[in-house]
């Protein structure tokens, strides 16, 4: 089997690396592994691992067409680039255990199957190798703390990386956001029949509010389209579940932005919570989702006190933007200033301190449980009263 690239010529920018890797089997080919699958070696992937399975395959990670071997891993853990030379910022491996990782053979081909046992893809197996956890989690996360969810994941998950080659099954909508499930091949031809040249990539894993809002529209001003692309993959339990951000994100389109400028898809990765190193990792994969624009706001990717409010915008200064190919767009953390009465920054806003008004994501949920809405000048109204009805369902109540 041979990969099937798409290579892009009209669009706004170049996938990373130049190709839209594409790793989904044709209906034969899905149809002769079927018919085989009960002789292939098998392992289970995690919710993670499930996410970057699908995004190699539909071309979200490109270049990457498979789990990463030795030579890029260790070149992404200690430089940030693959092995070739491509910036990349995050080691994207399938962990086992030594145990199933002895009974599996180099050159085989692995079945991947999800908790619930059903056939994903398979894995073209060409090196096993073994990786040292706590340098992984101090150059990637900056930490060798156990309390840090990313490097949770890290301590908890296999000491064998398994490498190769990865091919999906078959591409299935997302069962709950089947409606904006919009794959990179799919966004770019959007891209280009709405003749957008300019888009602007909005991450996000938290509920929109006011913050959010001002910043994507600054960046409104200076390109054709934002692509608004939410976080739906694993998160941390006390994350507001992704249905309910999608309903926020659903309100404020209908009520806060011209709907002629904005394209709501999910993004099914998971979450590291890398901070600086994720920041990049974010920018190249809406990259690949074809846009040439890139937010980067208040501690991006970033969980407690691991990372420095704007560690996420500096690391950009690191590379060549040439190489890196998407164009940050560097956010201060924003606030309603009410000396000005409208939303602002330190850079724009001659307010004092007790002048803005600011709340923590922590602050906005206890609100929200106390049955308090949090102020108009921090959340939309009808995003606000979305928050408190879901807030109030026991699944929430941590």
Not at 161 to 174: D, F, Q, S
């Amino acid at each position: 089997m041979s990969p099937s690239p798409t290579v892009q010529t009209k669009d706004a920018i170049a996938p990373h690396g130049g190709i839209l890797v594409n790793r989904i089997l044709s209906s034969e080919q899905k149809q002769a592994w079927l018919a085989r699958a009960d002789q292939l070696p098998r392992i289970t992937l995690d919710e993670r691992a499930v996410s970057d399975l699908e995004l190699i395959a539909i071309g979200g990670f490109s270049p990457l067409t498979g789990f990463m071997g030795q030579a890029d891993y260790e070149r992404v853990v200690e430089e940030m680039y693959l092995a070739n030379g491509l910036p990349w910022s995050i080691p994207i491996t399938l962990s086992v255990s030594a145990e199933v990782a002895a009974r599996l053979e180099i050159g085989q081909t692995i079945r991947l199957d999800n908790a619930a046992g059903q056939f994903l893809g398979i894995l073209e197996l060409i090196e096993k190798y073994t990786y040292d956890k706590r340098r992984e989690a101090r150059c990637v996360y900056r930490t060798e703390d156990d309390k840090h969810p990313g490097v949770k994941v890290v301590y908890e998950q296999g000491e064998v990386n398994l490498a190769g080659p990865i091919w999906l099954l078959e591409r299935h909508p997302h069962p709950q956001f089947p409606n904006y499930c919009i794959d990179p091949v799919d966004s770019r031809a959007l891209f280009r029949e709405k003749g957008w040249r300019t888009i602007v990539g909005f991450q996000t894993r938290n509920p929109i509010h006011r913050a959010h809002e001002y910043i994507q529209k600054c960046a409104l001003e200076i390109v054709d389209g934002l692509f608004l692309h939410p976080l739906v993959g694993a998160t941390k339990e006390d994350d507001i579940p992704a249905d309910v951000r999608m309903r926020c994100y659903e309100i404020m389109l209908e009520h806060y932005f011209p709907k002629d400028r904005v394209i709501l898809a999910i993004n099914p990765a998971a979450m590291r919570y890398a901070g600086p190193r994720e920041a990049i990792f974010h920018a190249l994969v809406r990259k690949n989702y074809g846009c040439t624009h890139f937010i980067v706001g208040r501690d991006h990717a970033g969980v407690g006190d691991y990372y420095g409010t704007y560690d996420a915008q500096h690391i950009f200064d690191e590379f060549d933007p040439a190489a890196l190919g998407i164009i940050p767009l560097k956010f201060e953390h924003a606030f309603y200033c009410t000396r000005t009465q409208s939303m602002a920054t330190s850079k724009t806003s001659p307010s004092k301190p007790e002048e803005r008004i600011h709340l923590s994501g922590t602050k906005v949920r206890e609100m929200l449980r106390r049955g308090e809405l949090p102020p108009p000048e921090f959340s939309r109204p009808e995003v606000a009263a979305e928050l408190a009805r879901a807030m109030r369902q026991p699944q929430l109540t941590p």
